[in-house]
């Protein structure tokens, strides 16, 4: 569990939900530039940041949401198209990627997490690709259910010059059927005890149902665990007494309505916190970096770390999956969301849905 106080002292919190505070209270809110890792320290001992990112490895993450497949076909363009003023895009490659919850999932085993998916694709060559990729990278998938009823889930991008041309989406997102959801809720609570923490990831594409987040909140509360949303907007009363929650700003946006986004970020943060009653929000601001709102009343406003920026795809899975590792290792609150921002800083130099490593992590930590 995260550490109350920037001490960096690991203590163990006493409500299971709730977590760390955070930093002593702060009374000023606009926009300070977020404290910079501590430098290195004379060879064979450890810095803050590298025992935080040591301590990733191990840890048992619980990823309950949508798995997709994402594909990308991969060309050039040379001219616009006789039929139609779009570009013809000459294919050159194609290849297959982990995308929604599965992505999540990647991102943790690649920071050094161990990772058990609950989940539900279908019985396709999407769904059997998927099951055995993520096998492949050492996740636990036994509780990831076959459904012949549905599709899987998948999304093809064509890239062009490094950039997206278009994105076609093959989907059913309607909600499970009450029998898989029963099934899903018994499977959470069976594994629920070995896992250090939850991250839902909600796609809208039918797995993460009100009953299913209800049940899973209410084990993990039982058992002590935190939990990690990853949301979408018209689900956002199901999330309520949850951990931590990390829309971006639309998403942040579309959960407190058109007047209050008027008001600006401060107010939105703080109606999200009040009305899920959660202990966190962390909202991801693109160019405007990241706000993070504390049930104790703080909130800190932490810049970009992005250099450069190739492609967002994922960049959000990376946060959630940064975030709730740090938090899982000791970091307090203000820690853990400053190494998940320098995390996205990484991966959206990259194209497409993508993971970081800790070594990656730490170099850009340190400005490398």
């Known amino acids: ?60 993450v619980l990823v309950v949401g949508d798995l997709m497949m994402d594909r990308y076909i991969w060309g050039d ?110 499977n959470v609570h069976s594994i629920i005890g070995e896992v250090d923490a939850i991250v839902i990831s909600d796609y809208a594409k039918g797995v993460v149902t009100p009953e299913l987040v209800r049940r899973v909140i209410k084990e993990a509360r039982a058992a002590g665990k935190m939990v990690f ?31 209050m986004e008027k008001e600006g970020i401060l107010a939105i943060g703080k109606e999200i916190i009040k009305a899920l009653k959660c202990s966190v929000v962390l909202i991801t601001r693109g160019k405007d970096g990241m706000s993070l709102f504390l049930d104790s009343g703080e909130v800190h406003h932490i810049p970009t770390m992005a250099r450069e920026v190739y492609d967002v795809t994922g960049a959000g899975d990376t946060v959630i999956s940064a975030f709730a590792l740090a938090a899982c290792s000791g970091a307090n609150w203000l820690e853990a969301a400053t190494i998940a921002n320098f995390a996205a800083g990484v991966v959206v130099r990259k194209l497409g849905a993508v993971t970081l490593t800790v070594e990656e992590l730490r170099k850009e930590m340190a400005g490398k």
């Open 1 to 60: 569990m995260p550490a109350k106080g920037g001490s960096g002292k690991a203590k163990k919190a006493k409500a299971p939900v709730k977590g760390p505070k955070g930093p002593a209270k702060v009374t000023k809110t606009k926009a300070t530039k977020a404290p910079a890792p501590p430098p290195a320290k004379a060879q064979g001992t450890s810095t803050r940041t590298d025992q935080l990112l040591n301590a990733f490895k191990g840890h048992k």
């Open 77 to 186: 363009v040379e001219r616009i198209s006789p039929e139609a003023p779009v570009p013809v895009v000459k294919a050159t490659g194609e290849s297959n990627g982990l995308g929604g919850a599965a992505n999540v999932s990647a991102n943790i085993r690649a920071l050094g997490g161990n990772v058990v998916i609950i989940g539900l694709v279908g019985n396709d060559e999407e769904g059997k690709w998927l099951i055995e990729e993520l096998t492949k990278k050492g996740m636990d998938v036994r509780f990831v259910l076959k459904d012949p009823t549905r599709k899987t889930t998948s999304k093809t991008r064509v890239i062009a010059r490094n950039q997206q041309v278009v994105r076609v989406d093959r989907e059913e997102p309607r909600d499970i059927s009450g029998t898989v959801e029963t099934t899903l809720v018994a």
């Open 229 to 259: 949303v990853d949301p979408k907007p018209r689900n956002y009363r199901n999330y309520e007494g949850c951990t931590a929650i990390t829309p971006n700003n639309h998403e942040a946006a579309g959960f407190v309505g058109p007047a």
